[in-house]
């Protein structure tokens, strides 16, 4: 399965290297590569890695003359530079929580001054500025969660006055505001679990009548509701997830009746049970929702049959047993589940193999492994899988090679190692894999142990699909 064709290297913070080429000076350099992102300039993010000439790679990382700081990079040497040095000197602003959002990119950052606030960036150093103040003077607001609905994005802060509460931004200073005072007073409602539902967003906050709930915003505060009250009265209901399927979302949530177990609720105030798939308050524990079609797909417990692959439609007669992947009680325990071209991709084991990659269509008999990528009960433990295109990106261990990058291109279902970035035994630990225009970004480490920014270009016709040219951009330090 994997591929032995001999790969083009191009190390653009290391120097050069191909077969029979000298090493050459490196122009630019940096550490510890973190919160890969997608950019098109036209039109935000570009999730799926459609063809874009105008996609950028955003990212965090560390110089140490800059410190941690806002990169970006079009997959070359020249192409790749920091974007501004927020915080000057090495102390670094540290641009978290990234996001695409109309022509720009907005992200957390502390320029020493301001605190932790919300920033955006053109990426150009003229053009990356701060949106807004919101807690003013050296204290930071901390925006996290970013989640775009509609044409606003939506994240979290705290004003220093009202606690973490649910904030919006048009990309503007004049449009970004709180959305609405849930629970007035620190420390605020701390809205969590924010959800994309065409324009609306979905999320779990507290308050002082329900506790922890669920509520619905379309971004105006006579908008902003709660639609559940799961545990009546102030007690606070459990919700782990939320996954929006249609006009509704899934939540996965407990009750003292029938422990945690799988919820649906829409703008409307509509909640119910879907279905209580172990009878009783002992719980079915729900976990790995993900949506294809209209069924969202995930792992659960019914008593009978251990951890397996289920799907709701929302409906209990709906929501069904998909395969007993591991027959009887013991668990197959799928896991970190991905929608990759009309399949559910999933790690899994079903006692006769170890952890290995698994596919469902939705049916028992379209439920089946993929590849015993290391054979027998031993376990390759696929993880970090990722849809991009029609393809699945993951990473994959056996002995031989370590863990490593993998591909099943799409309309092959054939796992193939892409190129055993540490050679021999040792893993490179690949991780955030992300498209950008034709090309595919990820982090790995190097034969040093080293973590590198890695560029695959799939998009060139001379390329053979099995062995894409691999270009490790710059040097950095593992995290492992």
Same mark, same amino acid.
């Given at each position: 399965m994997p591929s032995h064709a001999l790969l083009a290297m191009i190390m653009i913070g290391g120097g050069y290297s191909s077969p029979g080429a000298a090493d050459q000076p490196s122009r630019v350099s940096f550490t510890a590569p973190a919160g890969l992102i997608a950019h098109v300039s036209n039109g935000g993010s570009n999730p799926r890695g459609d063809a874009n000439s105008d996609a950028r790679l955003f990212f965090g990382a560390s110089h140490p003359d800059t410190g941690f700081e806002l990169w970006t990079s079009d997959g070359t040497d020249a192409g790749t530079r920091p974007v501004k040095d927020i915080r000057p000197g090495f102390r670094g602003s540290y641009p978290a929580s990234i996001t695409s959002f109309h022509n720009r990119v907005f992200f957390a950052a502390d320029d020493g001054t301001h605190g932790l606030e919300l920033w955006s960036s053109d990426g150009t150093a003229d053009g990356t500025t701060l949106i807004k103040d919101i807690q003013r003077?050296?204290?930071?607001?901390?925006?996290?969660? @970013?989640?775009?609905?509609?044409?606003?994005?939506?994240?979290?802060?705290?004003?220093?006055?009202?606690?973490?509460?649910? $904030?919006?931004?048009?990309?503007?200073?004049?449009?970004?505001?709180?959305? !609405?005072?849930?629970?007035?007073?620190?420390?605020? #409602?701390? @809205?969590?679990?924010?959800?994309?539902?065409? &324009?609306?967003?979905?999320?779990?906050?507290?308050?002082?009548?329900?506790g922890a709930e669920i509520w619905v915003t379309d971004g105006t505060r006579s908008g902003t509701r709660r639609v559940t009250d799961i545990n009546p009265g102030a007690l606070d209901t459990n919700v782990l997830s939320l996954r929006a399927l249609g006009d509704f979302v899934?939540?996965? !949530?407990?009750?003292?009746?029938?422990?945690?177990? @799988? $919820?649906?609720?829409?703008?409307?105030? &509509?909640?119910?049970?879907?279905?209580?798939?172990?009878?009783? #308050?002992?719980?079915?524990?729900?976990?790995?929702?993900?949506?294809?079609?209209?069924?969202?797909?995930?792992? !659960?417990?019914?008593?009978?049959?251990?951890?397996?692959?289920?799907?709701?439609?929302?409906?209990?007669?709906?929501?069904?047993?998909?395969?007993?992947?591991?027959?009887?009680?013991?668990?197959?325990?799928?896991?970190?589940?991905?929608?990759?071209?009309?399949?559910?991709?999933?790690? !899994?084991?079903?006692?006769?193999?170890?952890?290995?990659? $698994?596919?469902?269509?939705?049916?028992?008999?379209?439920?089946?492994?993929?590849?015993?990528?290391?054979?027998?009960?031993?376990?390759?433990?696929?993880?970090?899988?990722?849809?991009?295109?029609?393809?699945?990106?993951?990473?994959?261990?056996?002995?031989?090679?370590?863990?490593?990058?993998?591909?099943?291109?799409?309309?092959?279902?054939?796992?193939?190692?892409l190129k055993d970035l540490r050679a021999g035994k040792d893993s490179s630990y690949p991780n955030q894999f992300v498209a950008f225009g034709k090309q595919l970004a990820f982090v790995g480490d190097d034969d040093q142990g080293q973590a590198r920014l890695w560029i695959v270009d799939s998009g060139g016709q001379a390329l053979k699909p099995s062995a894409p040219e691999m270009s490790p951009l710059h040097p950095g330090t593992s995290g492992h």
């Open positions: 003077g050296a204290a930071a607001s901390t925006p996290n969660a @970013p989640t775009v609905a509609g044409e606003y994005l939506y994240f979290v802060a705290d004003d220093g006055e009202h606690g973490h509460e649910l $904030w919006r931004t048009g990309g503007t200073p004049d449009s970004t505001s709180l959305v !609405a005072d849930i629970s007035p007073g620190p420390p605020g #409602s701390v @809205p969590r679990h924010l959800t994309a539902a065409g &324009n609306l967003v979905f999320f779990v906050a507290n308050d002082p009548t329900a899934v939540a996965v !949530a407990a009750d003292e009746e029938h422990g945690i177990e @799988p $919820w649906r609720t829409d703008a409307r105030a &509509n909640t119910r049970l879907i279905r209580d798939i172990r009878p009783g #308050s002992a719980a079915s524990q729900p976990r790995y929702l993900q949506r294809l079609n209209d069924h969202i797909y995930f792992q !659960a417990n019914d008593g009978k049959h251990g951890f397996e692959l289920w799907r709701t439609d929302g409906t209990e007669r709906g929501t069904q047993l998909v395969k007993d992947i591991r027959p009887g009680i013991e668990s197959s325990l799928p896991s970190h589940l991905v929608t990759v071209n009309g399949m559910i991709f999933f790690a !899994a084991m079903d006692g006769k193999h170890g952890v290995e990659l $698994w596919q469902s269509d939705g049916s028992a008999a379209g439920t089946r492994m993929t590849a015993d990528i290391n054979p027998g009960q031993d376990s390759s433990s696929p993880g970090q899988l990722t849809a991009i295109g029609n393809s699945l990106y993951f990473a994959a261990g056996t002995p031989a090679h370590g863990w490593e990058p993998w591909r099943v291109k799409g309309g092959t279902q054939s796992p193939a190692m």
